[in-house]
């Protein structure tokens, strides 16, 4: 599969209350926060869109008080991997 560009219609981001050079910035790391939400994504690949690294990501997250997608038997195999010293 290839990049995709998503077209915007200029009177919505005349409207969005954002200076012109953060726009693209925003729509992205809005776009993979929304895909996170909604479980479409998983965290890596959201903080990839996002154009964001992994700490960037989780302040944001925090900072939004948007759940984390971990069960138990993620922290189980956490838990496993940590054990093992690797």
Request: net charge negative; charged share 30%; hydrophobic share 40%.
């Amino acid at each position: 599969m290839s990049d995709i560009t998503i077209r915007v219609p200029r009177d919505i981001v005349q409207a969005l209350r954002l200076p012109p050079d953060a726009v693209a910035v925003e729509l992205q790391r809005e776009l993979g926060v929304a895909l996170y939400q909604r479980d479409i994504l998983s965290s890596g690949k959201a903080a990839a869109l996002a154009g964001m690294n992994r700490w960037e990501w989780e302040e944001l997250l925090g900072a939004r008080k948007i759940r984390r997608h971990y069960a138990e038997g993620d922290l189980d195999r956490d838990i496993g991997y940590a054990g093992r010293g690797e």
